[in-house]
């Protein structure tokens, strides 16, 4: 189990817009303290799906983070596979459900029917390949239509940076950080060989998915604050006299 007491500051995209926050929301670090998160916690699992060309390296960089592991030859992942991670952010227990899909086009019709209900759409390219970029609109076009839109965060994730110089990587990530500002995604660069970024980068899916959860819960309460007792004293409307009552209609 991972513990999270800070969204993950990555100082390494300063230019991608998109990672605008890089503290949690006082709304949420307050009802953490207060142990007032609701079902976040107790029942609470965010979906994460996996999407992204054939070989860009999903299922690499979903064992390099679940089983520190890295198999350096390819196989084809079949419809979809899942993992579960349990995370503790700010105290409250909280899972991530990781669909990895197949990217292959003959697999794809089986793994898009598990896109449905994603709370978090993460597409990967690889950053040696530019045609594996250009098909990352393609990828959360077809997401998105398993899923609400406005409910998603997004991430555009580059693969195998070990794979490519400096200046080669300076190249894409030019394409990339424009691409990921245009669908408001938070871009993120790293190897699952080398394991670079890999822990922070789900760090922040964890820690996104997570405030997202527990501002929905603040807000589904309105006024009512989550976790308060709703007392039932025998001065109360009685509950016994009222379903006597009831007992009595259904039998004239
Ligand atoms: N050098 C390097 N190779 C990688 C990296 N990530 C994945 N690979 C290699 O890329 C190939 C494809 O990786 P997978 O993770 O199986 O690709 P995938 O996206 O799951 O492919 P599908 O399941 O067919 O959609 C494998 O040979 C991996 O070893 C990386 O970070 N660096
Ligand atoms: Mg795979």
Redesign the pocket.
Known sequence: MSVLTLLCRCHNHKKAAVHTKDEFNSKVKTACQEQRTGTVGRFKIAKVIVV?D????????INRFCKDA????????IGVDFEMERFEVLGVPFSLQLW?T???ERFKCIASTYYRGAQTIVI?FDVNDVASLGHARQWLEDALKENDPTNVQLFLVG?????SSPAQYSQIEQDAIELAEEIKAEYWAL???TGENVREFFFRIASLAFEANVLAELEKSGSRHIGDVIKINSNSNNVYATSKKKQSNCCQ
């Open positions: 992204g054939l070989a860009v390296g999903k299922t690499c960089l890295f198999d350096k030859n390819y196989k084809a992942t990895d197949a990217g292959q990967v693969t195998k940076k070990d794979l190897s699952s060989l």
